[in-house]
């Protein structure tokens, strides 16, 4: 059985002694940072959908939303991009324009 540290280094033609420095590197680094799948509009998204759901659990309120709980959780914590239809629906269901979400005036 081969471990991930070497299929990741054949399947990507990288040298081996760049590779295990590479590997050293990533391991200290908090993989949120680099993750390049959220963008700088998900803090504010984030902080909407808290605000908006206050003590209601997330069962209560995401199907006001017209999601599941489990999409809403991943949101609020960041683990999670919204779509932009999904952003449409949300502020056609909590009638707040698109921007005022995105601005964090809302």
Known sequence: MIDLQTYFL?????PEQLGGNLFQ????VNPILWD?????Y????AAFLRQRRGDQTYRQFAPKLGMSSSTL?????MEQSITLAKLHAVSQRMRVNIEDILSGRE
Request: aromatic share 4%.
């Open 10 to 14: 054949k399947s990507y033609s990288i």
């Open 25 to 28: 590197i990533l391991e200290q």
């Open 36 to 40: 390049m799948r959220l963008s700088p």
């Open 42 to 45: 998900d803090e504010r998204v």
């Open 73 to 77: 959780h991943r949101l609020e914590n």
